[in-house]
């Protein structure tokens, strides 16, 4: 599950006993993610710390844009990918370097340049941190997640979604009223706590179809794709350490 908030949190369920963490991987955490009637169920956890706080930011701080939803339609009309990059770090990574220091980059721009371009490239740039997120969590579980799940407010833009799954490789379920989908979630849970549901497949099952998302990049281009922003944000992490004093 991913919420896409001021920041963004990325949740796999990993079973009724606490992963044991194939592989340390910075940022990833073990949480209690349910439990019910004393049986727990564990999940790992990675989190984007400045992913929709990064858009109000370029919004209402530097006024690039005039809204989210300006935003997510100027990038809807440029086919991409963006030669843009953005690193959404505005407050450090955590994930796949803890590097509280590190800070945002956008690069990639020249005269061409069009604010379409610079709009999908600002959500090329949170889907590359949703990957990363992804990978730090695959890692930790030793098991691949097939699929995604999202919601909060940046989970309105289809071209984020999109471009999601395009960069994982799977399919991208959008929650229904996508704003409130952890509200909803909560309410579900305390409902079946509470006996209104006997269970939460029950609960769920009212909702009916989501919108799903396959990806339509094909597998070269989208490890190319990755490759590149590795390379971005290992000069910007390795430039940040030598800047940093020790």
């Known amino acids: 599950m991913c919420v ?5 949190f990325l949740d796999a369920v990993a079973g009724d006993r606490p992963p044991a963490h194939r592989r340390p991987v910075p ?15 564990f999940s790992l956890e990675g989190y984007a710390a400045t992913t929709g706080s990064a858009v109000r930011w370029l919004c ?18 440029h086919p991409g990918p ?17 590097s509280p220091e590190a800070t945002g980059v956008l ?32 890692r930790a579980l030793g098991a691949p997640v097939t ?10 833009s289809d071209v984020l979604m999109a471009a999601q799954a395009d960069l994982i490789g799977r399919p991208v379920r959008r929650a229904r009223a996508n704003e409130t989908a952890s509200l909803r979630g909560a309410a579900y ?12 497949p029950a609960a769920l099952a009212g909702l009916g179809d989501v919108p799903v998302f396959e990806p339509a990049l094909p597998d070269a281009a989208r490890k190319q794709a990755r490759a590149a922003w590795r390379d971005l944000l290992d000069r910007h992490i390795t430039d940040v350490q030598e800047e940093t004093p020790s």
């Open 4 to 8: 896409h908030g001021t920041g963004t």
């Open 27 to 41: 940022g990833v955490l073990t949480l209690v993610g349910w439990r019910s009637r004393g049986t727990a169920t």
């Open 60 to 77: 209402e701080e530097i006024g690039l844009f005039d809204s989210p939803a300006q935003l997510s339609a100027l990038a809807a009309e």
């Open 82 to 98: 963006s030669r843009v990059r953005f690193l959404p770090a505005l407050a450090g990574t955590r994930t796949p370097y803890w």
């Open 107 to 138: 690069s990639g721009l020249s005269l061409s340049t069009t604010k379409a371009e610079l709009a999908r490239g600002v959500l090329e740039g949170i889907a590359h941190s949703v990957c990363d997120l992804l990978d730090g969590v695959e």
């Open 147 to 156: 699929e995604l799940f999202c919601g909060g407010g940046l989970a309105s």
């Open 189 to 200: 849970l305390g409902g079946v706590r509470a006996g209104l549901w006997p269970d939460l």
